[in-house]
């Protein structure tokens, strides 16, 4: 039976590998992680909390999760913290990648990553350092690490329903003050004006709100696929599971709905007939990411 744990968004990812840790489903160190997505998500954070703090305490990995990640950089913190030995992303684009990459923090705090190829920027005696092989893959090539595979998969790698500076589809409304919003519109040098484009000031019934990406048109992302393209992909993508013969130790699932790089009117089909082709070839237990939270009591 291997374990398969639905997430909303990818950061949640960090949380249900350190679960799985803790509960003895994953190694402690070096696993392999399969990374099927769109995007390699390997931005590099800046925490408040060190990485290097309380690593087997659930409810600070909550925190850490929910507080301080974001859906680009979960995977350079988990490397950091030794989960992953190898990494290899799957992409749609023949492109060739194999390197050791070098991820190490700032005064060695744990709390603000850099990566590298080159060992000496990272400290080649540094205690703080962690060494991955990272490569990339398509459904066309074999896969060479097939031990302790965590199998991570975003249903955009199937259908991707926004593009990076095109098209953000979530519109994000925040109400604040009438000073900030007086602030905001007086300042034409204010800082979310300046750093983040298209935030407005709109003030609706006496209330005042600062919007973020509402723009007049929605550009349709290229990277959205017809259900027909979809149900091919999966059918590739099974092929390749079996092909490499792979037997993952868990799987992450995520829909990635809410940040809208799965489409509304996509993400359920593309998740139903993802799960029906991954029966095929494992003994699934399916579980949600509200299912383990509140199994852990960091729920109500």
């Avoid at 850490?64 to 992303?89: H, K, R, S």
């Avoid at 919003?181 to 209330?207: D, S």
């Avoid at 696929?225 to 999966?234: G, H, K, M, Y």
Wanted: proline content about 4%; overall charge negative.
């Amino acid at each position: 039976m291997i374990p398969l744990f639905i997430i909303e968004e990818h950061h949640e990812a960090f949380f249900v590998w350190h679960y799985a840790r803790f509960k003895g489903l994953i190694k402690p160190t070096d696993n392999t992680l399969l990374h099927v997505d769109q995007h390699a998500d390997t931005s590099l954070p800046r925490l408040h909390t060190s990485l290097k703090s309380r690593p087997d305490d659930l409810q600070a990995l909550y925190s850490i999760t929910y507080n301080e990640l974001c859906i680009g950089d979960f995977i350079p913190a988990a490397m950091y913290q030794g989960l992953f030995g190898e990494v290899y992303w799957l992409q749609h684009q023949k492109l060739k990648m194999a390197q050791t990459i070098h991820v190490y923090s700032y005064q060695q705090s744990g709390k603000a990553l850099f990566m590298t190829t080159n060992i000496h920027e990272a400290g080649l005696f540094s205690p703080d350092r962690k060494s991955i092989h990272y490569e990339l893959r398509t459904v066309a090539d074999e896969l060479p690490g097939k031990e302790a595979v965590i199998l991570d998969i975003d249903l955009d790698y199937f259908s991707c329903n926004r593009q990076q500076g095109l098209g953000d589809l979530t519109r994000t409304r925040v109400e604040v003050t009438a000073a900030e919003f007086n602030n905001f519109t007086a300042n034409r040098y204010h800082p979310l004006r300046i750093n983040i484009n298209g935030v407005k000031a709109r003030q609706e019934n006496g209330r005042y709100y600062l919007l973020v990406n509402d723009f007049p048109e929605i550009i349709p992302s290229k990277l959205r696929v017809s259900p027909e393209q979809i149900l091919a992909r999966i059918d590739r993508f099974i092929e390749f599971l079996a092909n490499n013969e792979l037997q993952p130790q868990l799987i992450d699932l995520c829909r990635s709905r809410f940040s809208g790089f799965t489409a509304e009117d996509q993400w359920e089909f593309i998740e139903e007939n993802l799960l029906k082709k991954l029966a095929t070839l494992y003994e699934l237990e399916l579980k949600s990411i509200d299912d383990v939270l509140a199994q852990e009591k960091l729920i109500g």
